[in-house]
């Protein structure tokens, strides 16, 4: 009688055991969201994937590069160019008259206004000047400057002429894109202004460089010339040119006019190439200067 007891005990155990519910795994809480002020600042922009991120309109001074080492927006209304609008350097040496006469297109192209330069003389009522001011005791760097941009005047101050054009073109990054070309020709001339602000900048590096290879690809004296209006647009006071290479040789040499004239015959891809005359590359020295850039050539020797 013993053993079918047990027999029958072991039968309700197992029954129950399969009946009982196995308990379920516990699964972790959700976290608890955190407000708003105890996230940590990101500069990530967490915008839905469908919304790209828009370039902010609503910074004057975003078109300026390099960056200036010291920028102070001003809360004044802004310089408005009108017709009485009128340069006025401090001096008439040819370095700064120079700056003047290239600050004088820029602001036409955009304007299309007269923007006369009058030398080291105010009009009588002075209601629209862009001062560029010389000055040796000034505390910028030699290629530094200060540039201040006020209701009613514009001035540059540096001591040196490589500062004033400089300052001249962070004002020109300032202007309108029609200052590049003469985009007046299309539609009317806009109302054109400039943030109130307070700018103080000089270089970083003594030696800002760009390289162009004339010797692979061929470029004209004209290319080269609006290369070098762009480069000076960004501060840069150098061009490495790339002369000579196994795929043409580009500077006449009068005393071997041989190589000038089958070197230069050809370029990468088969082209007709070029080579610039010596009176060609003095030109683009000279016209390097004015926008104090130096010409740094490069010829390539076997070996």
Request: with cysteine.
């Amino acid at each position: 009688m013993r053993r079918p007891f047990l027999f029958v005990c072991l039968v309700l155990v197992i029954t129950a055991c399969a009946r009982t519910p196995k308990p379920k795994t516990p699964q972790p809480a959700p976290p608890t969201p955190r407000p708003a002020a105890e996230n940590p600042p990101t500069s990530v922009n967490r915008q839905p994937p469908s919304v790209k991120p828009q370039p902010s309109t609503n910074n004057p001074f975003a078109g300026l590069l390099p960056l200036p080492q010291r920028l102070e927006p001003a809360s004044g209304e802004p310089f408005t160019f009108t017709p009485a609008t009128t340069i006025v350097p401090s001096e008439s040496s040819p370095l700064v008259m120079n700056v003047a006469a290239q600050l004088s297109t820029f602001v036409r192209r955009a304007t299309g206004l007269a923007a006369p330069i009058l030398v080291a003389r105010e009009p009588a009522a002075p209601a629209s000047v862009i001062a560029l001011a010389l000055d040796a005791s000034a505390s910028t760097p030699d290629e530094g400057y200060d540039l201040t941009i006020a209701p009613g005047r514009v001035t540059i101050r540096a001591r040196t002429p490589a500062g004033l054009f400089y300052g001249m073109q962070t004002l020109r990054q300032l202007l309108p894109e029609s200052s590049e070309y003469d985009a007046l020709l299309y539609h009317k001339p806009p109302v054109v202004t400039l943030p109130a602000v307070h700018i103080i900048d000089a270089p970083r590096y003594a030696w800002r460089g760009a390289m162009l290879d004339v010797a692979r690809h061929f470029f004209s004296i004209d290319e080269v010339k609006r290369y070098i209006d762009l480069i000076a647009l960004y501060k840069i006071n150098r061009l490495h040119l790339h002369l000579a290479d196994d795929q043409g040789w580009r500077l006449e040499i009068k005393a071997w006019p041989e190589l000038a004239r089958r070197g230069g015959a050809s370029e990468v891809g088969g082209g007709q190439g070029g080579y610039y005359t010596q009176e060609q590359y003095k030109d683009l020295v000279d016209y390097a200067a004015t926008h104090f850039v130096t010409v740094v050539p490069e010829i390539d020797m076997p070996g």
